[in-house]
């Protein structure tokens, strides 16, 4: 059985920085694509960031560009989100989630593809 646990959320001011941990069990880690996705109160869940865990490609969402870096440590089956420069409006529940299904090509940003999903870590920025 595939569980994803997420950690590292917090509270920090406008500016600020923070390091989301994504650890995973029970699947083969570096074959798959995986992503980071955020859901804001009263908002749709919505893609941040994604990695082919096999090749390391990586893409993000054009709200954090420049601010958020993905990295993975495969010893350790653990996905990474440093997340820097923190706006309020990243304020926001923090998933990570693994789609299982992909095969070959880009990662998919779409939320439907991801088939396995970690329980979440809220991040509050504040002003």
Not at 29 to 38: L, V
């Amino acid at each position: 059985q595939a569980q994803l646990v997420e950690s590292g959320g917090g509270s920090v001011q406008a500016g600020g920085s923070l390091r989301l941990s994504c650890a995973t069990t029970g699947y083969n880690y570096g074959r798959y694509c995986m992503g980071w996705f955020r859901q804001a109160p009263g908002k749709e869940r919505e893609v941040v960031a994604t990695i082919n865990t096999r090749n390391g490609g990586t893409t993000y969402d054009d709200s954090v560009k420049g601010r958020f870096t993905l990295s993975q440590d495969n010893a350790k089956n653990t996905l990474y989100l440093q997340m820097n420069s923190l706006k309020p409006e990243d304020t926001a529940m923090y998933y990570c989630a693994a789609d299982r299904r992909f095969t070959s090509g880009l990662c998919s940003r779409e939320l439907g593809k991801y088939d396995y999903w970690g329980q979440g870590t809220q991040v509050t920025v504040s002003s």
